[in-house]
């Protein structure tokens, strides 16, 4: 543990050296943020698909009370980066993700930055109702940092997403090229927060590939679906790698009113 403490620090320390000095701003303010497209989410088609976060309420406490406790583990640590995976496909590690994004850019103090990096299928353009949209990833492969392919939603939440996968997804994932070019964004647009959605564990190398990027992760469990033997085995690779924050238990269909939260 204390060895990947050490390694996390350091590499959080070598980041910090890239970032420029001063408070960054939001698009309200101008700068880069402002110079984002913004783009405008199907309403109907979130609901559909169970992104329930953008505006406050019932359906989002759940997701709110997740913000609030993955923020003080990342002000205790001086933390940014977040990794969210799953030990295998299907847990709804991508819904959890966008909607802690619209959870947490709902602070309008934070600034938050939402990375797909589940290459070999992208999916949060369609939870979105997008189409046509930016390819993130393949300017990767390319060695290029293309702010035109990052969006924004209101005014503080940028999406760095790719509606087509990319072949060998783990190669481009564990280049030094690829950690230099998301250093470079985050340099640029300076979030508060840093959320990568990441591949399933159990099903290739892409996570494996990087988490020495970050500096903790989730884990996406599914109920009724997820073994705990797959619970254990992605634990154990996370732990390996990064700091685990905890297992976020999805699909739960039998919890009472007042369990809901």
């Known amino acids: 543990m204390e060895r990947i403490q050490s390694a996390l620090a350091k590499a959080r320390s070598a980041r910090d050296r890239k970032l420029q000095s001063g408070k960054p701003v939001t698009a309200a303010d101008g700068g880069p943020w402002q110079e984002l497209a913004e783009i405008r ?3 109907t088609l979130l609901a559909r698909n169970r992104i329930v976060a953008m505006h406050p309420g019932r359906n989002a406490s759940s997701f709110d009370v997740m913000r609030t406790n993955l923020l003080r583990s990342l002000r205790a640590n001086s933390w940014t980066r977040v990794a969210i995976t799953s030990p295998t496909p299907g847990c ?5 993700a966008l909607n802690l994004a ?3 850019a709902r602070l309008t103090d934070k600034r938050v930055l939402l990375i797909e990096l589940d290459l070999r299928r992208p999916s949060l353009l369609g939870m979105l109702g997008l189409s046509g ?3 993130f990833a393949a300017r990767l492969a390319e060695g290029q940092l293309d702010m035109a392919q990052v ?3 209101g005014l503080n939440l940028a999406l760095a997403l790719s509606e087509n996968g990319v072949p060998s997804p783990a190669e481009l ?3 030094p090229r690829t950690a230099d070019l998301i250093d470079a964004l985050e340099a640029r647009l300076r979030p508060d927060v840093i959320l990568f959605d990441l591949s399933p ?3 290739s190398d892409d996570a494996l590939a990087y988490l020495d990027q970050v500096d903790c992760a989730l884990m996406v469990a599914a109920a009724e679906e997820t073994t705990v033997a797959e619970i254990e085995k992605c634990g154990k690779d996370l732990a390996m790698r990064t700091q685990v924050l905890g297992v976020v238990l999805n699909k739960c269909r039998y919890m009472e009113d007042e369990e809901s939260r």
Do not use: E, N
């Open 41 to 43: 989410p199907d309403q």
């Open 92 to 96: 709804g590690k991508s819904t959890v």
């Open 102 to 104: 619209f959870s947490l």
């Open 133 to 135: 949209g930016p390819q």
């Open 151 to 153: 969006k924004r939603v």
């Open 173 to 175: 994932l564990s280049a």
């Open 201 to 203: 564990m159990l099903v």
